[in-house]
């Protein structure tokens, strides 16, 4: 089945960025979506920000938009989270996921948990005040 592998977290200030990247084993269809989430002890995993492989389908949730941007290149079945002006409570594991369901209907990835097939390890991000 398809693996997952995380890279670019990292310890930083306050204001500072950071890069995320996953890489995929494997190809995954257009029509499915990349995502990422989050995960802090004693809180359910949160979806931050999904793009549809084949293009299009971006999803940010509200308290990250307008600070993070989400990206692909699929010559290297690599999506990207680029994190700028970080905060302390953006502290988490982030985690990529792979083969969420796409809303053709709206042009939305939907970030529900079980609407992803794959995960990988995740990468520690550590934001200090």
């Known amino acids: 089945q398809v693996q997952l592998v995380e890279s670019g977290g990292g310890s930083v200030q306050a204001g500072g960025s950071l890069r995320l990247s996953c890489t995929a084993s494997?190809?995954?269809?257009?029509?499915?979506?990349m995502g990422w989430f989050r995960e802090v002890p004693g809180k359910e995993r949160e979806g931050v920000a999904a793009?549809?492989?084949?293009?299009?389908?971006?999803y940010y949730s509200d308290s990250v938009k307008g600070r993070f941007t989400i990206s692909q290149d699929n010559a290297k079945n690599t999506v990207y989270l680029q994190m700028n002006s970080l905060k302390p409570e953006d502290t988490a594991m982030y985690y990529c996921?792979?083969?969420?369901?796409?809303?053709?209907?709206?042009?939305?990835?939907?970030?529900?948990?079980?609407?992803?097939?794959?995960w990988g390890q995740g990468t520690q991000v550590t934001i200090s005040s």
């Open positions: 793009i549809r492989r084949g293009g299009g389908g971006i």
């Open positions: 494997e190809y995954t269809y257009s029509n499915y979506c």
């Open positions: 996921a792979a083969d969420g369901a796409y809303d053709y209907k709206n042009d939305v990835c939907r970030v529900r948990i079980t609407d992803f097939s794959y």
